[in-house]
């Protein structure tokens, strides 16, 4: 998977990325077969999110043969491994959610009601980039354990679909996948305490383009600082398409527009630690908690288990995706060369740099310093895109 989004200057087209997946019940025993990506350009991001199908009609309308999905940042047709299996007519399978992650048990919910499953080994080795094989959000099939079926390990996940969005961050050498196939990600950043950065802004605003996921914005603690700043910042990210809500947790203030901005949606909260998430997300419905540290629970067996992410209902509707792991993760997952895809104004500008491959740092002739010189692109942006560029 690479960026897609060359040539393109709104957000929507920035993110529609379109593959076809084969099915994972197929005729050849364990061969691997090399499926190409489609892209398409004009398919809208997602039309419906899994929950709201899933609440709907439950997982019995869904196609199990072939799904067209979003791929979240790819080359024109990279390819990818996807191992056919044997007939699994035999094998029972449901299809569920996973909506928990707890150590190497995922919680599986298929309408019904909530499985805990483990994970086939076959996934565990396949995924080898990947610290986890499942994420909270995959949409799986899994077979329910006729010896236990109401033990802590009640169910084991047979298959991972194709992912339609994910939020990765860098851990050590391999991806952690934060959230698959979620609608949005919520930037939070605060009018002060901390001061308010763009340029962190700006990192989440390239981890949510490279994972397909639509952001927006939310500056909180207005009633700290309603000054020109906040003014011109709030500015600048709408002249270039994105939605910020400036709130107050403190007052009351741009709740509503929070709330109505996470109705009926999937959302990953993410920002620095301090802006105010876990505040917010209270306001908005009092006894939602984040899970502000790793959460012990009591399984029950009376062992300890780790929540590492899980989805989180809003009485209002929708889901927020309730993870520790979002607030300091790490942008090397998305290659320095695909840093110009992510900055939504910028794109339109490359192709008039004089080298092909303008890293719009040091050039000469680059359409991108022309543009700033223009008053086109703002020069805060550009500081983030070099500082982005120039780490390690
Ligand atoms: P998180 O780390 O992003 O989850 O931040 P918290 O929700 O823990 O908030 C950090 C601090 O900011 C706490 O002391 C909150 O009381 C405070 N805080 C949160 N929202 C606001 C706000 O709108 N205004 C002010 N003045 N303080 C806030
Ligand atoms: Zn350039």
Redesign the pocket.
Same mark, same amino acid.
């Given at each position: 998977m690479g960026a897609s989004m060359q040539g393109d200057s709104s957000i929507q087209a920035t993110i529609a990325a379109v593959l076809d997946i084969l099915t994972v019940m197929a005729k050849k025993k364990g061969k691997k077969v090399r499926v190409a990506f489609r892209r398409n350009r004009t398919q809208p991001a997602r039309d419906k999110s899994w929950t709201r199908q899933f609440n709907e009609h439950g997982f019995e309308n869904t196609d199990t043969v072939k799904r067209e999905s979003l791929i979240p940042k790819g080359d024109m047709s990279r390819k990818r491994t996807i191992i056919e299996d044997q007939d699994t007519s035999h094998l029972n399978l449901r299809e569920g959610r996973a909506i928990a992650t707890r150590g190497l048990i995922v919680d599986v919910d298929d309408g019904e009601r909530v499985w805990p499953c483990t994970v086939r080994r076959i996934l565990r080795t396949r995924l080898i980039d990947e610290r986890h094989p499942v994420a909270v959000g995959d949409v799986v099939q899994f077979m329910i354990s006729a010896v236990t079926p109401n033990a802590d390990q009640a169910g084991v996940i047979y298959s991972v679909y194709a992912r339609t969005s994910q939020l990765t961050r860098q851990s050590g050498e391999r991806i952690h996948v934060i959230a698959a196939n979620v609608d949005q990600v919520l930037i939070?950043a605060s009018a002060d305490?901390p001061p308010l950065k763009p340029q962190l802004i700006d990192r989440y605003l390239v981890a949510a383009h490279a994972g397909n996921i639509t952001p927006l914005i939310c500056i909180?603690?207005i009633?700290?600082a309603d000054d020109e700043n906040l003014a011109s910042v709030a500015a600048m990210y709408r002249g270039i398409g994105y939605q910020v809500i400036l709130?107050?947790?403190? !007052?009351g203030e741009g709740i509503d527009a929070l709330k109505a901005a996470l109705a009926g949606k999937e959302t990953v909260v993410a %920002?620095q630690? %301090?802006? %105010?998430?876990? !505040?917010?997300l209270n306001v908005v419905q009092p006894g939602l908690q984040?899970a !502000?540290a790793e959460v012990s629970q009591s399984s029950s067996k009376g062992k300890h288990t780790t929540t590492t992410a899980q989805l989180l209902r809003l009485a209002f509707g929708g889901y927020v995706v309730d993870t520790p792991g979002v607030r300091s993760y790490d942008l090397a997952v998305v290659p320095k060369n695909e840093f110009e895809l992510h900055f939504v104004e910028f794109v339109e500008h490359v192709p008039r740099c004089r080298f092909p491959d303008c890293t719009h740092i040091h050039e000469g002739e680059c359409a991108i310093k022309q543009a700033i010189e223009d008053g086109l692109i703002d020069p805060r942006r550009y500081e983030s895109y070099r500082r982005l560029y120039e780490e390690d």
């Amino acid at each position: 998977m690479g960026a897609s989004m060359q040539g393109d200057s709104s957000i929507q087209a920035t993110i529609a990325a379109v593959l076809d997946i084969l099915t994972v019940m197929a005729k050849k025993k364990g061969k691997k077969v090399r499926v190409a990506f489609r892209r398409n350009r004009t398919q809208p991001a997602r039309d419906k999110s899994w929950t709201r199908q899933f609440n709907e009609h439950g997982f019995e309308n869904t196609d199990t043969v072939k799904r067209e999905s979003l791929i979240p940042k790819g080359d024109m047709s990279r390819k990818r491994t996807i191992i056919e299996d044997q007939d699994t007519s035999h094998l029972n399978l449901r299809e569920g959610r996973a909506i928990a992650t707890r150590g190497l048990i995922v919680d599986v919910d298929d309408g019904e009601r909530v499985w805990p499953c483990t994970v086939r080994r076959i996934l565990r080795t396949r995924l080898i980039d990947e610290r986890h094989p499942v994420a909270v959000g995959d949409v799986v099939q899994f077979m329910i354990s006729a010896v236990t079926p109401n033990a802590d390990q009640a169910g084991v996940i047979y298959s991972v679909y194709a992912r339609t969005s994910q939020l990765t961050r860098q851990s050590g050498e391999r991806i952690h996948v934060i959230a698959a196939n979620v609608d949005q990600v919520l930037i939070v950043a605060s009018a002060d305490e901390p001061p308010l950065k763009p340029q962190l802004i700006d990192r989440y605003l390239v981890a949510a383009h490279a994972g397909n996921i639509t952001p927006l914005i939310c500056i909180n603690k207005i009633d700290l600082a309603d000054d020109e700043n906040l003014a011109s910042v709030a500015a600048m990210y709408r002249g270039i398409g994105y939605q910020v809500i400036l709130a107050s947790a403190a !007052t009351g203030e741009g709740i509503d527009a929070l709330k109505a901005a996470l109705a009926g949606k999937e959302t990953v909260v993410a %920002g620095q630690s %301090g802006v %105010g998430k876990s !505040t917010l997300l209270n306001v908005v419905q009092p006894g939602l908690q984040l899970a !502000t540290a790793e959460v012990s629970q009591s399984s029950s067996k009376g062992k300890h288990t780790t929540t590492t992410a899980q989805l989180l209902r809003l009485a209002f509707g929708g889901y927020v995706v309730d993870t520790p792991g979002v607030r300091s993760y790490d942008l090397a997952v998305v290659p320095k060369n695909e840093f110009e895809l992510h900055f939504v104004e910028f794109v339109e500008h490359v192709p008039r740099c004089r080298f092909p491959d303008c890293t719009h740092i040091h050039e000469g002739e680059c359409a991108i310093k022309q543009a700033i010189e223009d008053g086109l692109i703002d020069p805060r942006r550009y500081e983030s895109y070099r500082r982005l560029y120039e780490e390690d």
